[in-house]
C-alpha cells in the first residue's frame, strides 16, 4: 500500500462506504474513506480489534485468521481497484489491516504471560500510576508497522512490486507485518529472560534459604524425633509411666 503521504487520492462521486461487499472490505468498513492519512486509520483500528479480544484467539485460529484475511483482502482489493479505477487506491486500508495484526502476532504466543510494567512518577494511587510492558509492545508494533509500511525498505519494497491487483496491494503488508513483528519479538523475549531469570534467582534463594534452615535445625529435632519415638512406642506396651516420662524429661 502506498504510504500515507502518497495517500491524498481524489474521492470520485461514485465512491461510497456502501457501493458493495468489495469496497466495503477493502476500505475496512468505510475507514479508508478518511480525509487524512486512511493507511494509519486502517492500522489503528486492527490495534483496537487486537486490544479489545483477538489477541485472546490462541495462536493457531489466529494464524488462520490472518491467512482467511489476506486471502479476502486479495479478493476485495482487486475488485476496489476496479470500482475507483486505479492501482493501490488510497481508499484501500484492508492491508494495513491485516499487516497491523500480523505485526501483533508475537503477542498473541505471549498471551497468559507476564511481561512486568513501567511505573509512572507521579501517578501513583491512580490507575495509571503502572503501564503493562504487553501495551508497550502493541505501540511497537505499531509504530514499527507503519514505518516499514511507509519507508519500505528492500523487501517490502521488492513485494510491492512483485505482483499485481489485489495480491501486490497486499503483499508488500503483508512483509512490512512480518519485519514488525521481528521488532516485537525481541523486547518481548527479552522481557521474557529477564523474568525467568529473576524467577531462577529467586528459586536458587528460597533453595538456599530451605538448606539453611535444614541445616541448623536438623541437630535439634532429631533428638526431639527420637523421644517422641520413644515415648509412642511406650504409649503402645502401656509401660509409660511418672519414671519413665521424669526420665525423658530429664
Do not use: C
Not at 483477538?54 to 493457531?60: K, N
Not at 476496479?82 to 492501482?87: D, I, L, P
Amino acid at each position: 500500500m502506498n504510504s500515507d503521504s502518497q495517500e491524498d487520492v481524489s474521492h470520485g462521486a461514485q465512491a461510497s462506504p456502501v457501493a458493495g461487499p468489495a469496497v466495503w472490505i477493502a476500505t475496512v468498513g468505510g475507514v479508508g474513506f478518511g480525509p487524512w492519512a486512511p493507511g494509519t486509520y486502517g492500522a489503528l483500528v486492527a490495534v483496537v480489534v487486537f486490544g479489545l479480544g483477538a489477541h485472546r484467539l490462541g495462536g493457531p485460529l489466529y494464524g488462520l485468521v490472518l491467512v482467511g484475511l489476506s486471502g479476502l483482502g486479495v479478493w476485495a482489493s482487486s475488485a476496489a481497484e476496479a470500482y475507483f479505477g486505479r492501482h493501490d487506491d488510497g481508499r484501500i486500508v484492508v492491508d494495513e489491516f491485516v499487516g497491523q495484526l500480523i505485526a501483533l502476532f508475537p503477542l498473541v504466543l505471549l498471551q497468559g504471560i507476564s511481561l512486568g510494567g513501567l511505573e509512572i512518577p507521579g501517578l501513583e494511587s491512580t490507575r495509571f500510576e503502572r503501564i503493562d510492558f504487553w501495551w508497550l509492545l502493541v505501540v511497537t508494533g505499531f509504530v514499527a508497522f507503519r514505518w516499514f509500511d511507509i519507508r519500505k525498505p528492500g523487501p517490502v519494497k521488492w513485494a510491492e512490486d512483485r505482483f499485481e491487483r489485489g495480491a501486490g496491494v497486499m503483499a508488500d503488508d503483508i512483509v512490512a507485518g512480518f519485519l514488525a513483528a521481528i521488532v516485537v519479538i525481541l523486547p518481548a523475549y527479552v522481557l521474557v529472560a529477564i523474568k525467568l531469570q529473576t524467577a531462577q534467582a529467586v528459586i536458587e534463594q528460597t533453595g538456599s534459604v530451605v538448606d539453611e534452615l535444614i541445616r541448623s535445625t536438623l541437630p535439634t529435632l532429631l533428638p526431639v524425633a527420637e523421644q517422641a519415638v520413644q515415648v509412642l512406642s511406650l504409649l503402645q506396651m502401656g509401660d509409660l509411666g511418672p519414671e519413665a516420662l521424669g526420665g525423658f524429661i530429664a
